[in-house]
Every structure is written in C-alpha cells, then in structure tokens.
C-alpha cells in the first residue's frame, strides 16, 4: 500500500488527524510522527529549526524505509515537507499542503512571535493553554519560546525562498479564505513558483485544523490523489 505521511503544525500534534486517518487508510498505510518539542518529544537542547524538522523527515523515511511517499502538511508540516522536496525529492510522490506560509519577513516573524507569549496565553487564553498543556505537558512553556525562536530564524532567512522553483513533484497548495495568519496572495505566489502545482482556495476555512471541515478536506485530498487511489 502507498505510504502517506501528515504532518503537524508548530504548536500542533499527531491527534488533529484522528478526524482523517481511518477513511485515509483505506487508501494508504498512514504515518503521523511528532517533530520535537511536540507531544511527549523534548526540546532539542540547540533549538528548534525549519531545517531541523526538515532534518527529521528524513530520518522518520529513511528509518522506516519509506518509498512512494505521499505528504500532508499543515501550516509549517507543509514548509517543512517542501524544503525537504527540494532537497530529497527521490522518495516522494506528491505533497499537499494546508495553510503554510510562505511570505515569512523579519517583520512578519517578530509579529507571529510576540504572540507566542506563554503567561499572555495562559491568562487571555485558558482553554487553549489547557490544550497546550493536554497536547505536550507541563513544557508547553518552553515550547512556545521555542517556537517563536524558530519563527524569527525563518523570517532572516526562509529557506523555500529561492528552493520552490526546483521542486517539480505534484503539489497541491490549499489555503482557507478566512485564514488569519496565510494570505491567499502568497499562496498564489508559491503555485505560480513550483514548476508542477495546483491551487485550492477551501470556502468558509480558518488556519487551525480543528475547524476544517474534514469531509471537505479529504474530498480535496482525494480528487488531488485521485488518478493514485483507483
């Protein structure tokens, strides 16, 4: 069977795709691995980078002896399967991607991270702490830090910049048109950028997984998938 791997966002995890894994894997044998930080993984004691998480893609195929990979990724799930594309193309067979940005600036990136402040969220934003804390434990402090670190790295130099346009497997772009932190404007400007891409602007959809409509969402995998799944 076809190998089919989902990645999760910064801040995300594994569990945001029980809503999709058993209809998937009637199509595929389906992968959700944790980045470090996230879940039970600890921080890495230099950090967290793109190009780390980009790093440890490569690691989870090589390790499971992985071919004919299939991606899902959302938000920086996305970027990093990307970057790992215009690096190590062989394995993989196509990738979709769900509200990852791309237009990451110096600005932009202070901006996303100063809304990274942990006691801010825990105070303005319990239930999502709760989560937080639910999701990776009691280091969800240290993770969201991390996290902007991380964030404030790409913005200085966002490592898909000049790398898209090499990347020539399938590609579906998807981004919600009420998304909050991805712009449809930089996601155009990426399917224009790959050499062999598709475009799906999904109705009536914000940036967290949590609000998609998952029928929708595995319609729009299915019909990008589809001459794959018959």
Known sequence: MKNLI??????????????????????????????????????????????????????????????????????????AA???????????????????KFDWTEEQAVKESKMLNPDIIAEKVPKY???????????????????????????????LKDQLSSINIPVQIMVGDTDNMVTIEESIQAYRTLSNAKLAVVPDTKHPLDKVRPGLLLDLMKDFWKNSLS
């Open 129 to 159: 702490a709760q989560l937080l804390e639910l999701q990776h434990g009691s280091k969800w402090k240290q993770l969201l830090p991390a996290i902007a670190e991380m964030m404030i790295s790409l913005g200085k130099n966002p490592p």
């Open 6 to 79: 989902l990645l999760h966002g910064a801040l995300g995890h594994s569990d945001i795709f029980k809503p999709f894994t058993e209809e998937l894997s009637n199509y595929f044998t389906v992968y959700a691995p944790l980045f470090s930080g996230h879940g039970n993984i600890e921080i890495p004691d230099n950090g967290i980078t793109i190009e780390k998480y980009t790093q440890e893609l490569k690691e989870f195929i090589d390790n499971e002896n992985l071919n004919d990979v299939y991606i899902f990724g959302h938000s920086m799930g996305g970027y």
């Open 82 to 100: 990307l970057n790992y594309a215009s690096q190590y193309p062989e394995k993989l067979n196509s990738i979709i991607t769900l509200g990852t």
